[in-house]
């Protein structure tokens, strides 16, 4: 079976710091792995996705992750965090081989502060 | 335009009560999901369809059914409202239906069971 587990439900940094939002994963076979943010009052948005061709993956808003396959992780960092990425945050797995569906962590609040 | 739109996009019912939540999409996707949003559990899967004959349950349908009309339109129902479905639902779309596909949500639709 698969799962996601977000590391932190909330987590609070000032604005121009670093943004380190956790995301461990458990796949029985090779997983492919989302980063999705949540503004307030707004559906689900991608950020960046893994499909298996490079470990680093870089995605909107100056967003990245990397696949560390041997800590079965998929952290999202920023190097300066900006007032505006005051969201949620979901990191999803969908198990390869199969159809798209996708398995949400429980999400992690990200707040920013001046 | 919005390419996933949700009706309504809140409602208050009381338990005991039949209700529909539409979703409609102009992607052109043949895949259709809906989930629910509880504080803390992040998304679960309700229903999928890969096409307008072909439905599937997901992870916690029990109290809930759909309808696929059309490609572009997939209603979920409750056929009587329960307080622990009040809930954040979103309606959700993809292309091929392939696990590395990136869903497109719906900017949802808040229920209140009283």
């Known amino acids: 079976a698969q799962s996601v587990t977000q590391l932190g439900s909330h987590v609070s940094v000032s604005e121009g710091a670093l943004v380190l939002l956790r995301c461990n994963y458990s796949s029985s076979v090779p997983p492919y792995l989302f980063w999705y943010v949540q503004y307030p009052n707004q559906g689900l948005q991608l950020l960046l996705k893994?499909?298996?061709?490079?470990?680093l993956v870089k995605g909107i808003n100056g967003f990245e992750a990397e696949f560390k396959k041997s800590e079965t992780s998929f952290h999202l960092t920023k190097p300066s965090a900006h007032m505006s990425d005051a969201a949620e945050y979901f990191c999803?797995?969908?198990?390869?081989?199969?159809?798209?569906?996708?398995?949400f962590g429980a999400g992690t609040r990200l707040a920013v502060h001046p | 335009d919005a390419d996933v739109t949700q009706t309504p996009r809140n409602r208050i019912t009381k338990t005991g009560k039949r209700i529909m939540l539409e979703c409609s999409q102009t992607k052109g996707h043949d895949r259709m999901y809906w989930y629910r949003q509880d504080p803390g559990l992040g998304l679960r899967l309700i229903y999928y369809s890969f096409d307008v004959k072909d439905i599937n349950k997901g992870e916690i349908s029990d109290g809930y059914s759909v309808s696929r009309q059309a490609q572009a339109k997939f209603s979920l129902s409750l056929e009587s409202a329960i307080p622990n479905q009040t809930a954040l639902y979103f309606c959700?779309?993809?292309?091929?239906?392939?696990?590395?596909?990136?869903?497109?949500f719906g900017p949802g639709t808040r229920l209140l069971v009283l």
């Open positions: 893994y499909t298996s061709a490079a470990t």
């Open positions: 999803a797995v969908s198990p390869s081989g199969g159809y798209n569906k996708l398995i």
């Open positions: 959700a779309t993809s292309g091929a239906g392939l696990a590395q596909e990136t869903q497109y």
